[in-house]
């Protein structure tokens, strides 16, 4: 499944994060404020952890910046060229005094 594999990277980047900074499960899990095992589940990429955890840990790692990037419409490749197709092919200037739909 799609979403469990990106979960699991998800988790297994986190660790490797945490591991290249040497912070120890025990201070990480600290800082976050969580558990030990959360910590551990978010390790693994448990999809049950709320993303607000996951955002927690980001941070503590320093990494919160690009969470803000996920959704981002500028790399929205597929939402772009939809809103690009719905664009009119032109726009009228309704004249003063007037409002749409009089005639």
Request: no cysteine; charged share 35%; proline share 6%.
């Amino acid at each position: 499944m799609p979403v469990g594999r990106a979960l699991r990277k998800l988790g297994h980047d986190i660790r490797d994060a945490r591991r290249r900074r040497r912070i120890p499960v025990a201070i990480m899990a600290e800082r976050a404020s969580v558990s030990r095992t959360t910590l551990n589940k978010v390790e693994k990429g448990e999809p049950g952890v709320s993303m607000g955890i996951y955002a927690t840990v980001l941070f503590v790692l320093g990494m919160i910046d690009r969470l803000a990037d996920i959704a981002d419409p500028r790399h929205d490749a597929v939402g772009l060229e939809l809103e690009q197709e719905n664009l009119p092919k032109r726009i009228r200037l309704t004249r003063p005094g007037k409002r749409r739909g009089e005639a």
